[in-house]
């Protein structure tokens, strides 16, 4: 509950972002993780006792585009859009205000600036899709 009311917190202090920005970003990165294998060997987090897999910025951009591209197609970008996402400077906003409130977490080696420019929206989130007719 207490990460509800951080959340909500969040979304009143910082208006750049929709709710649906913030829960998308944790789904890539849960989607990086679990099918896309991302991530560097696992590290040790001293304060919950556990090993967890790191990706860096640059990766979590990258199954950000794959993840939106699967779960959007070519409406990828207009979705993004709509949540005031427009570059991938936008998601290491997300992500570092996530890490703020303790909803994710970084390491020592992180930095706001891995996010920035990591790709072009309109290139990236533009895929080429061909529509093919049945032979008649």
Same mark, same amino acid.
């Given at each position: 509950?207490?990460?509800?009311?951080?959340?909500?917190?969040?979304?009143?202090?910082?208006?750049?972002?929709?709710?649906?920005?913030?829960?998308?970003?944790?789904?890539?990165?849960?989607?990086?993780?679990?099918?896309?294998?991302?991530?560097?060997? #696992?590290?040790?987090?001293?304060?919950?006792?556990?090993?967890? #897999?790191?990706?860096?910025?640059?990766?979590?951009?990258?199954?950000?585009?794959?993840?939106?591209?699967?779960? =959007?197609?070519?409406?990828?970008?207009?979705?993004?859009?709509?949540?005031?996402?427009?570059?991938?400077?936008?998601?290491?906003?997300?992500?570092?205000?996530?890490?703020?409130?303790?909803?994710?977490?970084?390491?020592?080696?992180?930095?706001?600036?891995? =996010?920035?420019?990591?790709?072009?929206?309109?290139?990236?989130?533009?895929?080429? =899709?061909?529509?093919?007719? #049945?032979?008649?």
């Amino acid at each position: 509950m207490a990460a509800n009311k951080s959340l909500v917190r969040l979304l009143k202090e910082d208006t750049r972002y929709k709710l649906d920005a913030y829960h998308f970003v944790r789904e890539a990165l849960t989607f990086a993780q679990e099918e896309l294998g991302m991530g560097a060997p #696992p590290e040790f987090d001293s304060e919950q006792g556990v090993y967890e #897999p790191h990706l860096t910025g640059q990766q979590l951009c990258e199954a950000i585009r794959i993840y939106a591209l699967q779960q =959007f197609g070519y409406m990828a970008k207009v979705v993004l859009n709509s949540w005031g996402v427009y570059s991938t400077n936008d998601f290491g906003e997300i992500v570092y205000n996530l890490i703020r409130i303790g909803q994710m977490k970084k390491s020592k080696h992180d930095r706001r600036e891995d =996010f920035d420019d990591v790709y072009d929206f309109d290139e990236a989130l533009q895929e080429r =899709f061909e529509i093919t007719l #049945p032979d008649a």
